[in-house]
């Protein structure tokens, strides 16, 4: 009975040692800002499996909502400062991801972002924004220019339109060369496949 009573104190101490260095790793995450890019390489592996591919067969060609004048004047800032608006865009097939530093499923699908910008950024009328939504916009910079990833980012000057609003982030839309929304995906998704590229290719060629 003796040694049974040893082995469950036994026991009892190495799992509050266990949970207690767990505890600690979280807490150092958390303290660091590294937990959000933690849980984005994590979410990562799921885009690995191809449940999250982004589908174009959600795509509303004629049900998408048209943007209006008043949208197209919704102002953004970059990094350093320079003001540009949505008209500036007027005409291209645009790309719009609004996510955060601080959001994990929006780390993990920006790899994706940057294959496809690298896959599509070349061609005509393919233009792309990342909208942020830090409120410390340093973060958001910080970020981008650690991982190194060449796509255009900005962050809201004015009101956001309301087309381009979503209770979630990510969020992201294609906005068509005549304005027109035809894509929008709530949450997480994989935009880095070739059938996705070659969509996007054939809507800047119409």
Same mark, same amino acid.
């Given at each position: 009975?003796?040694? %049974?009573? %040893?082995? !469950?104190?036994?026991?009892?101490?190495?799992?509050?040692?266990?949970?207690?260095?767990?505890?600690?790793?979280?807490?150092?995450? #958390?303290?660091?800002?590294?937990?959000?890019?933690?849980?984005?390489?994590?979410?990562? @592996?799921?885009?690995?499996?191809?449940?999250?591919?982004?589908?174009?067969?959600?795509?509303?060609?004629?049900? @998408?909502p048209m943007l209006s004048d008043s949208d197209y004047r919704f102002a953004?800032?970059?990094?350093?400062?320079?003001?540009?608006?949505?008209?500036?865009?007027? @005409?291209?097939?645009?790309?719009?991801?609004? *996510?955060?530093?601080?959001? +994990?499923?929006?780390?993990?699908?920006? +790899?994706?972002?940057?294959?496809?910008?690298?896959?599509?950024?070349?061609?005509? %009328?393919?233009?792309?924004?990342?909208?942020?939504?830090?409120?410390?916009?340093? !973060?958001?910079?910080?970020?981008?220019?650690? !991982?190194?990833?060449?796509?255009?980012?900005?962050? +809201?000057?004015?009101?956001?339109?309301?087309?381009?609003?979503?209770? #979630?982030? +990510?969020?992201?839309?294609?906005?068509?060369?005549?304005?027109?929304?035809?894509?929008?995906?709530?949450?997480?998704?994989?935009?880095?496949?070739?059938?996705?590229?070659? *969509?996007?290719?054939?809507?800047?060629?119409?």
């Open positions: 009975m003796a040694e %049974n009573k %040893n082995d !469950k104190q036994s026991g009892w101490k190495r799992s509050l040692i266990e949970w207690g260095v767990i505890f600690a790793i979280g807490a150092i995450l #958390y303290m660091t800002g590294l937990h959000t890019e933690v849980l984005g390489t994590l979410q990562r @592996g799921m885009l690995w499996t191809g449940f999250f591919d982004a589908d174009t067969s959600e795509i509303a060609t004629t049900d @998408g953004m800032e970059t990094a350093d400062g320079k003001t540009i608006s949505l008209s500036d865009f007027r @005409g291209d097939v645009v790309f719009v991801n609004v *996510w955060a530093s601080w959001c +994990p499923p929006c780390v993990a699908e920006m +790899p994706t972002i940057e294959t496809l910008y690298d896959n599509v950024s070349v061609e005509e %009328n393919i233009r792309f924004i990342l909208l942020s939504m830090d409120q410390e916009r340093q !973060k958001a910079t910080d970020f981008m220019e650690r !991982k190194e990833f060449p796509m255009p980012y900005y962050f +809201p000057a004015s009101g956001l339109p309301a087309e381009l609003r979503s209770q #979630y982030l +990510p969020t992201t839309y294609i906005i068509s060369k005549k304005g027109q929304i035809i894509y929008k995906k709530e949450g997480i998704a994989d935009y880095s496949s070739p059938n996705f590229a070659q *969509w996007i290719r054939e809507l800047a060629q119409e």
